[in-house]
Nanobody, 115 residues
């Protein structure tokens, strides 16, 4: 499985960004897709994940501001980030967890929120 993420960049506080991540390859069945992030000097943390057809799970601090969605037919996951805060600044990583219980990671995309 290869994950290609896009959509990071710069935003001012209160602004919005949208991340996309598409999975490619063959012979896999993705059960969970989602996003993690890692700020400088911090551990990687879960931001939002969504199972196929299931309810999403969000980090508490992004609830009400971020929305995760999936297009199962395209093996693509999106993260709409609104009301961005400086503390959202991090490298965001796409993740896929397959039926074979393997984790795959995208290359990371930098999100910077600053005035």
């Amino acid at each position: 499985v290869q994950l290609q993420a896009s959509g990071g960049g710069f935003a001012q506080p209160g602004g919005s960004l949208r991340l996309s991540c598409a999975a490619s390859g063959s012979g896999f069945n993705i059960v969970v897709m989602g996003w993690y992030r890692q700020a400088p000097g911090m551990q990687r943390e879960l931001v939002a994940v969504k199972t196929r057809g299931g309810r999403p799970n969000y980090k508490d601090s992004v609830k009400g501001r971020f929305t995760i969605s999936r297009d199962n037919a395209k093996n693509t996951v999106y993260l709409q980030m609104d009301s961005l805060k400086p503390e959202d600044t991090a490298v965001y990583y796409c993740n896929a967890f397959t039926e074979a219980r393997d984790h795959y990671w995208g290359q990371g995309t930098l999100v910077t929120v600053s005035s």
